[in-house]
């Protein structure tokens, strides 16, 4: 599966990529994966975009494909273009430093569509959304989930773009009632959701893939506009999900508290309220305890992620604050929810 998968792949052609090695300042050093986390805030880390010269550093060059975290964004993960499996090589930018990435045999899962590339305690997972895509025929951009991993420190989802050429099919007969069905054209166009994403550069020097509209879009807005007249505002982290009756997020709600602890570590004047809300299902007093159970949850995982707790305060409103009716189930699931109200930017 992975030859055939590599056996198809070429040369990046993004625009904003094209530089002259020789003649690049920026081209960061190829690195031991121990030596590159060095100093790094394991929790916040993301692979970071690259330029073509980083890329052939460890490539060479010749063809490669390559993951973006949007569609016309720089490549944060490149392969080589190689017919045979175990001669794969691959590149990844943590911490500064490039990371030679090997393919790591025997260990995808036990997922036959899962492709490995790790180097030490750094493993990158690249599967598709859909079945059978990495044969190389099924279109030249395909959307993928690309999982980061450190070691037992870090494992975190990313969902962006694969691009790797089709290899030539084998000539059939053209069969037009279904090419141009929509189901088979959504299968072959990128989603929206997708590329509505963008990759925001903080005033750290960090970076943070957020929807382009979305909430984190909006506290960065809020945080950043100092002339504005309003000094407090609440935010509802819209990607948070809970258990039923429990305080702890699912493993889905990891990507939005990491995008939400590398804004507030790179605001450090900003305080926040994190509340806890809930529908009006129980008793008042459990949802009270309820909902400030889980704002505290919320509250430590930003601390793990490198936020001063000092920051920070956790209140559980209950059924106090409700933002839709609870006479039905819509309702009742948006008055479950998470707050940050920032009262201090």
């Not at 460890?58 to 390559?66: E, I, Q, R």
């Not at 598709?128 to 993928?144: F, I, Y």
């Not at 605001?267 to 400030?292: F, Q």
């Not at 430590?300 to 001063?308: A, H, I, K, N, P």
Request: include cysteine.
């Amino acid at each position: 599966m992975a030859a055939l998968f590599l056996a198809s792949c070429s040369e990046s052609d993004a625009p904003d990529d094209e530089t002259t090695p020789a003649r690049s300042p920026e081209i960061s050093r190829i690195l031991p994966a121990e030596d590159a986390l060095v100093g790094a805030n394991i929790s916040t880390l993301d692979p970071a975009t690259m330029n073509d010269a980083e890329i052939r550093k460890v490539l060479g060059p010749s063809s490669h494909c390559v993951f973006r975290y949007t569609s016309s964004g720089k490549p944060v993960l490149a392969l080589t273009n190689s017919a045979a499996a175990r001669q794969a090589t691959g590149v990844v930018k943590v911490n500064g430093g490039l990371l030679r990435l090997q393919l790591e045999r025997g260990r995808a899962g036990g997922s036959g569509d899962a492709f490995v590339m790790a180097a030490g305690p750094v493993r990158a997972v690249l599967t598709p959304l859909a079945a059978n895509e990495l044969d190389g025929r099924v279109s030249k951009r395909r959307e993928m989930n690309l999982v980061f991993e450190i070691d037992t420190r870090l494992n975190v989802g990313y969902r962006g773009y694969f691009e790797c050429p089709a290899a030539p099919a084998p000539p059939v007969v053209p069969a037009a009632s279904k090419e141009t069905t929509p189901e088979r054209q959504a299968k072959m166009e990128p989603t929206a959701a997708v590329d509505d994403d963008v990759v925001k550069r903080l005033p750290n020097g960090l970076e943070v893939r957020i929807p382009r509209s979305g909430v984190e879009a909006q506290l960065v807005t809020f945080i950043e506009n100092e002339a504005g007249p309003a000094k407090t505002a609440s935010f509802d982290l819209n990607r948070l999900t809970f258990e039923k009756g429990k305080s702890e997020t699912l493993p889905s709600s990891k990507e939005q508290l990491r995008s939400i602890a590398k804004i507030l570590v790179a605001y450090p004047k900003v305080t926040a309220i994190i509340g806890g809300h809930t529908d009006d299902l129980g008793s008042a007093d459990r949802n009270r305890r309820l909902s400030h159970a889980r704002a505290m949850f919320i509250l430590r995982e930003l601390s793990q992620m490198g936020v001063d707790s000092s920051r920070l305060e956790a209140k559980g409103y209950g059924e106090d604050r409700p933002v839709a009716s609870n006479d039905t189930e819509e309702g009742r699931a948006k008055n479950r929810r998470i707050s940050l109200e920032v009262t201090q930017k």
